[in-house]
């Protein structure tokens, strides 16, 4: 009987100890923000002789990846929060050194996350596919990483604001140079498909533009822990 007593204490004060921890954490997130210490690398995807996927529509993946990107970082620094872009024109970030220019583009991405050590650092791209009717956002993440993991669950969800009718869940990958080789938590937002004929009218517009960068916004901030 004593035991059970002993246990029954014991489990509440683990259970106690898990709530402060928990609303510490949540404490710490919003003190972050409040100083404006919260950063985030908004890496949009692709750029200059690099268009990423060709639209249905014919717009280019590395034009969308950049609006969108640019509302996210608007939204973001309005609430003090500290943005880094990969980059903010349509340009790659290959400075003349070994390998393709794709390859270069690529280093120097990792390397200016890894170099800001935010965070968290949101890669923005939309997606394709050989049959049209496929659509609706997904979010990657690596498989090693479980701040990653968690980042992208937060992520998914927040993306049903856009589509309470995507049914698409975070994926796991090992293959993604940018996921693999940053050493901060990192998630690739793929926004919808070019591939499909009314996800790539919406992803063109302005608006919808707005209501992923908003959503995108939630996500980040969910994963951060900011109190609303
Ligand atoms: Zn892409």
Same mark, same amino acid.
């Given at each position: ?6 246990? +029954? ?6 259970? /106690? ?5 928990? %609303?510490?954490? *949540? ?6 923000? @409040?100083?404006? =210490? ?19 529509? &014919?717009?280019?993946? #590395? ?9 996210? !970082? ?7 929060? !500290? ?13 003349? /050194?070994? /390998? %393709? *220019?794709? +390859?270069?583009?690529? =280093?120097?991405? +990792?390397?200016?996350? $890894? #170099?800001? *050590?935010?965070?968290?650092?949101? %890669?923005?791209?939309?997606? %394709? ?16 990483? @479980? ?17 309470? &009718? $995507?049914?698409?869940?975070? !994926? ?13 938590? @990192?998630?690739?937002?793929?926004? /919808? ?12 517009? *302005?608006?919808?533009? !707005? ?5 995108? +916004? ?11």
């Amino acid at each position: 009987m004593r035991k059970k007593v002993e246990l +029954v204490m014991l489990i509440l004060l683990l259970a /106690g100890l898990l709530t402060v921890s928990k %609303s510490l954490e *949540k404490y710490v997130s919003s003190e972050k923000v @409040t100083k404006g =210490k919260l950063t985030v690398v908004i890496d949009a995807g692709h750029g200059e002789q690099d268009p990423g996927k060709i639209g249905i529509n &014919d717009a280019l993946e #590395k034009d969308v990846n950049l609006q969108i990107a640019k509302k996210i !970082k608007n939204i973001l620094e309005k609430k003090n929060i !500290k943005v880094v872009m990969t980059r903010e024109d349509d340009t790659s970030l290959a400075r003349n /050194g070994e /390998g %393709s *220019k794709k +390859v270069q583009d690529m =280093k120097a991405r +990792v390397e200016l996350i $890894n #170099k800001t *050590k935010p965070d968290l650092a949101v %890669s923005i791209h939309q997606n %394709s596919y050989h049959e049209e009717s496929v659509s609706g956002a997904q979010v990657f993440y690596f498989m090693h990483s @479980t701040e990653g993991e968690r980042a992208a669950g937060i992520m998914q969800k927040a993306l049903l604001a856009v589509d309470p &009718d $995507n049914h698409r869940q975070e !994926k796991a990958d090992d293959g993604y140079y940018l996921l693999r080789r940053t050493e901060v938590p @990192t998630i690739i937002v793929e926004c /919808g498909f070019l591939s499909n004929r009314e996800e790539a009218d919406k992803l063109v517009d *302005k608006e919808y533009q !707005k209501k992923i960068a908003e959503a995108v +916004v939630q996500g980040i901030e969910g994963f951060a822990g900011v109190k609303k």
